[in-house]
């Protein structure tokens, strides 16, 4: 029995998103999203690309805290122009956090209420509108419930699946790998390309995931457990990559 | 041509109304200083475009600025730009949002002279209802037929940067790691103002930095602005990093009107640039 805390569990989740990106960009917004992803790097991906957060490519693998001094292996130049190019390119995997997600994986981290009139303006556009259409995204909740997994968005800033389909070949390089959130791991390898529960994090039952859902999820009859870190990637995570414990800070014990 | 120039003057040049472009990113190399004039001008009605930092936040709360438009508005230690939140919660200024890459199109497709270009950022988001009035499809007009985003141009009628140094003459140079799209800014733009952080002799430049770090040259920029710490409080690396302390005090203030005023007062309202940094430095 993994003695993983559920922090640790959603980070090999988001770790697992990235398996087969090979030399893509993978950029990780969310303290457990950028730790999976360092992760990724670490273990079983070795070919990601990682920035800096700044301007520059990083070969090594920077802790995500800690008082480890580290000098930056720098390999390549990457402003955000640069960035814009490669995503549109294609060659990149984000996991963005989610304000607001629906069944088909629309998503909205935009503003809360009416657009020309927010309840609460939040980070506006940014690149979700083009960072769905262009290459792979997978997205993070740490606080699932029914006020994140949402009937309908307010604003749509990530494209979902069914808005998706009506763009036809136009949105060929769409792709909404997962969502991992505190609760499991969802996909929508469904035919209707709805959101599907993919793996519910142990202790976590489907009844608790569909009463903080708001919004009929697919539920396969036998909905597997989400692995857990095995006693490297455990190391790695509490040892290396987060001593200081970010993740904890994001998904309580 | 010697394009030496103030705030004062290059603000001078504005009216109401116009269409501004302030390059940087964030609360990143920010022209602040050229800012802090416009604040203390009697400038209304203005269209800001930005990738926004305490520039949209600022220009917004104080009416300076009634249309914005941006990919996003945030003070990057402080994810959410407090300001910027009120006036957008308030409905108070119009908000034309754009993905972050249709807003780089827009600019480059202004610096080509062309009316649009072609994306597919945008397709099937919020974006294109939001701005359904101004933005419209295209048909690639090859076998693929296939439809896309037309990002029209968006020119300016004034650019803002701030770069680290130049010349008088207006070429300009960035030494930190990423020219965000300072040059599309100006490339858009009628009139063009450096503010940099030294002015300096043309054959000092590449003694600071190889060529490759000079960003614009001198056909690209009307006005050249000495405005040492003039990014304040965002960041000019490697010149300075940003002024934590004081971006934390500028976000506080959204909390608290009094507090407001206060800040107000004593930064902007009554001081022009060399009081402001003089009441920085003993802050």
Redesign the interface.
């Known amino acids: 029995m993994s003695d993983a805390t559920r922090a640790e569990v959603c980070t090999t989740a988001v770790a697992d998103a990235f398996r087969g990106d090979g030399e893509r960009l993978a950029s990780a917004f969310g303290a457990i999203p950028a730790l999976g992803a360092r992760l990724a790097r670490s273990t079983f991906e070795p070919d990601l690309l990682m920035t800096d957060g700044v301007a520059y490519l990083r070969d090594d693998v920077a802790p995500l805290t800690g008082d480890a001094v580290q000098e930056p292996i720098v390999e390549g130049w990457m402003p955000f122009r640069r960035v814009f190019d490669l995503l549109w390119n294609g060659r990149r995997h984000v996991v963005m956090t989610a304000t607001q997600i629906d069944r088909y994986g629309n998503h909205n981290f935009a503003c809360i209420g009416p657009h020309a009139k927010p309840k609460a303006q939040l980070l506006g556009m940014r690149g979700a509108p083009g960072n769905t259409i262009c290459h792979p995204t997978s997205y993070w909740v740490p606080n699932h419930s029914t006020r994140v997994f949402v009937e309908q968005v307010d604003v749509v800033s990530g494209v979902g699946y069914d808005r998706a389909r009506k763009l036809g070949s136009a949105a060929r390089f769409h792709e909404i790998r997962c969502v991992v959130s505190n609760l499991g791991v969802f996909d929508f390898d469904t035919p209707d390309r709805r959101m599907r529960l993919a793996s519910l994090h142990p202790g976590v039952s489907v009844d608790e995931v569909v009463e903080q859902t708001g919004f009929e999820l697919a539920i396969p009859d036998d909905a597997p457990t989400t692995r857990t870190p095995d006693a490297e990637e455990l190391r790695l995570i509490r040892e290396v990559l987060d001593p200081g414990g970010a993740r904890d800070r994001e998904v309580p014990g | 041509m010697d394009k030496r120039t103030t705030e004062r003057e290059a603000v001078a040049e504005l009216r109401d109304g116009m269409t501004i472009g302030i390059g940087g990113?964030g609360s990143r190399r920010k022209p602040m200083s050229v800012v802090r004039e416009i604040l203390r001008s009697e400038l209304r009605d203005l269209t800001l475009v930005t990738y926004g930092g305490p520039d949209a936040g600022l220009l917004c709360k104080t009416g300076k600025v009634s249309r914005i438009i941006?990919?996003?508005?945030?003070l990057d230690s402080i994810?959410?730009e407090p300001h910027?939140?009120a006036v957008?919660?308030?409905?108070s200024v119009e908000?034309v949002?754009?993905?972050?890459?249709?807003l780089?199109w827009g600019l480059y497709a202004a610096t080509l002279r062309l009316p649009f270009l072609p994306?597919?950022?945008?397709?099937?988001?919020?974006?294109l209802e939001?701005n359904e009035r101004w933005i419209k499809p295209v048909t690639s007009p090859y076998a693929?037929g296939?439809?896309?985003v037309a990002m029209p141009a968006i020119e300016l009628d004034a650019a803002f940067v701030h770069l680290n140094r130049a010349d008088a003459r207006g070429n300009a140079q960035y030494l930190g790691?990423?020219?965000?799209?300072d040059d599309l800014f100006c490339g858009a733009a009628k009139r063009r103002f450096v503010s940099c952080e030294q002015i300096v002799e043309t054959g000092d430049l590449v003694k600071g930095g190889v060529p490759q770090t000079l960003l614009l040259n001198r056909s690209q920029v009307d006005g050249v602005i000495e405005a040492p710490h003039g990014a304040h409080f965002t960041e000019c690396p490697p010149d300075y990093g940003r002024d934590e302390a004081f971006q934390r005090e500028y976000a506080t203030t959204a909390k608290d009107p009094d507090h407001w005023d206060r800040f107000y007062a004593k930064y902007i309202d009554t001081v022009d640039e060399a009081e402001y940094q003089k009441r920085v430095r003993e802050a």
């Open positions: 990113w941006y990919g996003f508005v945030s994810p959410l910027f939140r957008r919660q308030a409905g908000a949002e754009l993905d972050e890459g249709m780089q994306t597919r950022a945008g397709l099937g988001s919020d974006v939001i693929d296939e439809e896309l790691p990423d020219p965000y799209f």
